[in-house]
Nanobody, 121 residues
Framework: QVQLVESGGGLVQPGGSLRLSCAAS????????MAWYRQAPGNQRELVAG??????TNYADFVKGRFTISRDNANTMYLQMNSLKPEDTAVYYC????????????????WGQGTQVTVSS
């Protein structure tokens, strides 16, 4: 019943910007953590940035100073990407750790289907 939908990907020139969104919907009791991952062709999926329910953030070294992760009060997460480089080209995935339903239980991970980001001149 829980769904994650990413949006905002596309084609951008080097040095440009994009903002990705991830909307979580369905029966959600509580969200513990949200994060962005990415996977370039032929490479392993890697963590880009994460944010806790308390607002604490962490970033991979390769995006520090360029990307900003944020969250609003409607279970939506954002990734503002500035100064994009060709090596940022990848499918970007939203992951949410949450307690589903109406009865408290273990945290469960949910993944979106991904959105393509291509940085090319």
């Amino acid at each position: 019943q829980v769904q994650l939908v990413e949006s905002g990907g596309g084609l951008v020139q080097p040095g440009g910007s994009l903002r990705l969104s991830c909307a979580a919907s369905g029966s959600i009791l509580s969200i513990n953590h949200m994060a962005w991952y990415r996977q370039a062709p032929g490479n392993q999926r890697e963590l880009v940035a994460g944010i806790t329910v308390g607002g604490s953030t962490n970033y991979a070294d390769f995006v520090k100073g360029r990307f900003t992760i944020s969250r609003d009060n409607a279970n939506t997460m954002y990734l503002q990407m500035n100064s994009l480089k060709p090596e940022d080209t990848a499918v970007y995935y939203c992951k949410t750790s949450l307690a589903p339903g109406t009865v408290w239980g273990p945290w469960k991970d949910y993944w979106g289907q991904g959105t393509q980001v291509t940085v090319s001149s």
